[in-house]
Nanobody
Framework: QVQLVESGGGLVQAGGSLRLSCAASIRAFSSYGMGWFRQAPGKEREFVAA????????NYANSVKARFTISRDNAKNTVYLQMNSLKAEDTAVYYC??????????????????????WGQGTQVTVSS
């Protein structure tokens, strides 16, 4: 059974940093593409960042480019989201997600929430202005 457990959320002042972690209990974790999504109150879930199984291909939402960095440690079955220069509008519940990474899939496939098979429970990030 696949489980994804996010951690690292919390309350931070605007301009601060947080690092989210997502620990995955997945056999052959290195075969999975991983994504981070977020959902603010009253809004739809939105894409934040994604990383292919190799770790060399990443994608970001325009709103977080140059501020957030997604990475993975396949030896630890963990994906990370380093968030710098946080803004009040980054406040949301952050979810990690996993799906088998098929080489023929385009990077766009991993930007769509409906592409993902497994989801974590989420971790709250609150940025005070």
């Amino acid at each position: 059974q696949v489980q994804l457990v996010e951690s690292g959320g919390g309350l931070v002042q605007a301009g601060g940093s947080l690092r989210l972690s997502c620990a995955a209990s997945i056999r052959a974790f290195s075969s999975y593409g991983m994504g981070w999504f977020r959902q603010a109150p009253g809004k739809e879930r939105e894409f934040v960042a994604a990383i292919r199984r190799s770790g060399t291909s990443t994608n970001y939402a325009n709103s977080v480019k140059a501020r957030f960095t997604i990475s993975r440690d396949n030896a630890k079955n963990t994906v990370y989201l380093q968030m710098n220069s946080l803004k009040a509008e980054d406040t949301a519940v952050y979810y990690c997600a996993a799906v088998l990474d098929v080489a023929s899939n385009s990077d766009y496939y991993y930007i769509r929430a409906r592409s993902y098979a497994y989801w974590g429970q989420g971790t709250q990030v609150t940025v005070s202005s």
